[in-house]
């Protein structure tokens, strides 16, 4: 059992362990099989692929095809993009062993550490995935519903009527519960004060921090440090409730994640401290802004539209809960929260009609996949229509990645979703304050004037 005395050493070797620049190194890569992109300096090009990747995706796209390479640092390793589902779906249905999702998610590294699932491969991988799939399967997500509509119900009893909001604020504020209480498990509001602070200032982290991973020198100076103090005390934290919780008296009953997963290790197959903290980490950075940003667009979006607003208020009073899952999905469809889904090669493949040589990073643009009028009629205009009744065209709609790396949470945030809109649609109205556009935040986008809504008492 890891004591608190360890929980400083383990910060600092995770964080100078996982750094980018301390990765294996990939071998080199021959320019000439690639595809084509620009010629910018590496440093315009990471830049305009992190911070400004809503106009770039686009413009690669229109420039240079359905297929572009983009070399990001550190060390101007070459990113191929495709954006036909086609291509899309060579990519996801490629050998695991060959096409690894946790070499290309690398820079995520120093946060969520090398247990997390979104940065192993291989065996490592199955079996990190075999452990957490039972707490993410029909039974358990049923089992969460309630507690989510709890936590709904609770933030929107704060609403005022006639209040002017910011959903994004509101729905981070939500999801943030949702997180600490059903994956985490955490109840007692002292440390819940405690948490909160420091899992927003996790989220928060900047696209120039992100990029700063790769040279660990920046983080003794300004905003790195300030992120790997944050870290510290976050650690701490997470370590002293997983010790708590191995001793809980209830453990057996309890129905949060952590719990849960801690119970099933019982069985024979544990996980350390270690992989448990790494594992809770990723679950939150995926789960929380992902699905806050979803959920702020939705409710933007449904504000804009009377005749979409009197829809869901139907569905939320009927019980319709396939419209406002379609709600949802077309939000995420929209408004990507994630720009693209990666993979690094570990052996040369032939994607898309190149030959490219392993080291090379390729995956499908979200941004460009899900805007495709050959993919979608109007793909500008905001249908939930389009996902009621059947599934889109296969690998057109890609929020969750695909093949065996599909986000294991995919169906806690789609259950989510649905009983957040339901809880708000029964209590208001809303209609849309001015006009928005997405800006990058970490990872992640979001609304750049938080989706400013007003509700209304029904």
Same mark, same amino acid.
């Given at each position: ?139 358990? *997500?049923?089992?969460? @519903? ?5 936590? #709904?119900? +609770?933030?929107?009893?704060?609403? /005022? $009527? ?122 939150? *950075?995926?789960?929380? @802004? ?5 959920? #702020?667009? +939705?409710?933007?979006?449904?504000? /804009? $539209? ?141 609304? /750049? ?10």
């Amino acid at each position: 059992m890891t004591t608190l005395d360890d929980v400083d050493q383990l910060t600092t070797q995770r964080m100078r362990r996982m750094s980018p620049g301390n990765q294996r190194r990939l071998p080199l890569i021959d320019d000439s099989t690639l595809p084509p992109g620009p010629r910018w300096p590496v440093l315009v090009q990471t830049a305009a692929l992190l911070r400004f990747r809503h106009w770039f995706h686009p413009y690669m796209h229109q420039r240079y095809g359905d297929v572009f390479t983009v070399r990001v640092a550190p060390g101007g390793r070459p990113l191929v993009f495709v954006t036909r589902p086609e291509h899309a779906k060579e990519v996801f249905a490629g050998d695991p062993e060959v096409f690894h999702a946790g070499k290309a998610n690398g820079i995520l590294g120093p946060i969520m550490g090398e247990h997390s699932l979104l940065l192993q491969d291989g065996s490592e991988h199955k079996r990190a995935r075999k452990l957490l799939m039972p707490a993410f399967n029909g039974h358990a *997500l049923r089992a969460y @519903e309630d507690l989510v509509t709890e936590v #709904a119900q +609770a933030q929107v009893a704060t609403w /005022r $009527d006639g209040e002017e909001l910011s959903a994004l604020e509101r729905m981070n504020a939500l999801t943030l519960e949702v997180i600490l209480r059903v994956v985490f498990g955490v109840t007692d509001e002292s440390r819940l004060a405690q948490l909160r602070p420091r899992v927003n200032a996790t989220v928060n982290v900047s696209p120039v921090v992100l990029l700063g991973w790769g040279y660990p020198r920046l983080q003794r100076y300004g905003p790195w440090k300030r992120t790997v103090d944050n870290q510290r005390e976050l650690d701490r934290l997470m370590y002293a409730e997983i010790r708590e919780r191995r001793t809980a008296p209830d453990l057996a009953e309890r129905t949060d994640v952590l719990s849960r997963l801690i119970v099933q290790g019982e069985g024979g197959d544990a996980l350390s401290d270690t992989e448990l903290r790494d594992q809770l980490v990723t679950l939150l *950075l995926a789960g929380h @802004e992902t699905t806050a940003s979803a959920l #702020a667009w +939705a409710l933007y979006e449904v504000g /804009r $539209d009377p005749v979409l607003l009197a829809r869901c208020r139907a569905a939320a009073d009927e019980g319709d809960d396939a419209y406002l899952e379609a709600v949802m999905k077309e939000s995420m469809r929209l408004h990507p929260i994630i720009p693209m889904v990666v993979r690094t090669l570990m052996k040369p493949a032939t994607i898309a009609g190149y030959d490219l040589p392993a080291g090379t990073t390729i995956g499908p643009s979200i941004i460009i996949t899900h805007a495709r009028e050959d993919n979608y009629e109007d793909p500008s205009a905001f249908r939930p229509e389009r996902f009621l009744g059947h599934h889109p065209p296969t690998n057109t709609w890609i929020p969750f990645g695909g093949g065996v790396r599909r986000c294991i949470g995919a169906g806690f945030a789609q259950m989510e979703g649905v009983a957040v809109l339901r809880q708000v649609f029964t209590a208001y109205d809303v209609s849309a304050v001015g006009d928005d556009v997405p800006k990058v935040r970490n990872i992640t986008s979001v609304p /750049r004037s938080g989706a400013r809504v007003r509700v209304t008492a029904r």
